[in-house]
């Protein structure tokens, strides 16, 4: 069992009687880490000696680290990589060694959003979504042209699906308007405009869907 501070580790692994030249130079590789990490300063308390530490990537070479944060244990590693000495022959023939990492973003923010260190506003930069409810999307296609070229952000629902479902999509996106073009709509040549805020529903032609929607732009 091998336990304790970093450099006691270290000391037990070197105490080991394995005679595998692979175990050895892990050692000095490993040596060569804390002795850099005590250099840069980095108090003792910010990192650790894992040995049961695997990563699912079969292109590191050396040293692998993971990062946690104290406080939030329950979201495991936030930051994780190491060292790939040979990952860049898939793409050259030179050799070139590297260090790298990738950071989780989502458990990042999730933490920040929790501890409201972040706010957090509408999850689209798009004032309506444009709901097809037909086979045939390409009414809807055609609106968002036109309301893009006039200026207005819009996005289409591109999938199949009930009205209530798009709805709900449309609420979590955050969008102020949707509108809905089923059979009736198509044939009668308008198009149904839903306030997503106040539940409220008209049924308007194109040039009072613009104005509306213009009028909605200058708030949001």
Do not use: W
Request: hydrophobic share 35%.
């Amino acid at each position: 069992q091998i336990e304790g501070a970093p450099v006691e580790k270290l000391a037990q692994l070197k105490a080991t009687p394995v005679q595998n030249e692979l175990f050895q130079q892990g050692i000095v590789e490993l040596e060569t880490v804390l002795d850099a990490i005590r250099v840069l300063g980095l108090p003792e308390r910010n990192y650790d000696v894992d040995l049961t530490i695997a990563r699912g990537l079969d292109y590191y070479t050396g040293t692998v680290y993971e990062t946690r944060l104290d406080d939030y244990p329950d979201l495991g590693s936030i930051c994780s990589g190491g060292r790939y000495d040979n990952l860049a022959g898939y793409y050259t023939r030179e050799k070139l060694p590297g260090v790298g990492a990738s950071i989780g973003l989502t458990r990042l923010f999730h933490q920040l959003m929790e501890a409201q260190l972040i706010k957090t506003g509408s999850a689209t930069k798009s004032l309506v979504l444009i709901i097809p409810m037909t086979e045939d999307n390409r009414t809807s296609l055609e609106l968002a042209s036109i309301l893009r070229s006039e200026g207005i952000p819009s996005q289409v629902y591109s999938e199949k699906g009930a009205l209530g479902k798009k709805l709900k999509y449309a609420d979590r996106l955050g969008v102020p308007f949707s509108v809905i073009i089923g059979e009736d709509e198509v044939k009668g040549g308008y198009f149904t405009l839903k306030a997503m805020a106040e539940k409220r529903e008209s049924k308007v032609g194109l040039e009072d869907l613009k104005t509306h929607l213009r009028k909605g732009l200058s708030f949001a």
